[in-house]
């Protein structure tokens, strides 16, 4: 899965299949996301997890990310490599969330209207 960014609207992709290299919003080329590039706050941008059984209970940042309509956590991924599950939220929301879990998924993503894609790789135990 790869992630595409337009600069001009904000509109976000998730690519599933990567057969053409470009994308296009706007009349223009959309962005690959890298995560974990821009330059902003580790702690309030990187997924932090605990897992209780089998359930992963995900929250966006050691200290909450922030939620207003300027600024906020537009979605979080639990991620194998195989399949995904996306919760969206809004800015009136808080960032975090809760999903059934098992061993195959090893990544988190969260995304930042302004400072773009963080990631959490999850620790096998
Ligand atoms: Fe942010």
């Given at each position: 899965m790869k992630v595409y960014v337009c600069k001009k609207c904000g509109n976000v992709i998730l690519k599933?299949?990567?057969?053409?290299?470009t994308l296009e919003c706007c009349q223009q080329k959309m962005d690959l996301v890298t995560p974990?590039?821009?330059?902003?706050?580790l702690e309030k941008h990187l997924p932090i997890y605990n897992v209780e059984e089998n359930i992963i209970n995900i929250t966006v940042g050691d200290v909450i990310h922030p939620m207003s309509d300027e600024h906020y956590i537009s979605f979080i991924i639990l991620a194998s490599d195989n399949d995904f599950i996306v919760k969206k939220f809004s800015s009136?929301?808080?960032?975090v969330a809760s999903f059934a879990y098992n061993k195959e998924y090893t990544k988190i993503y969260a995304y930042c209207n302004l400072h773009g894609l963080w990631l959490t790789e999850i620790e096998k135990v």
């Open positions: 599933l299949e990567d057969k053409t290299e974990n590039t821009v330059e902003a706050s009136k929301d808080q960032p």
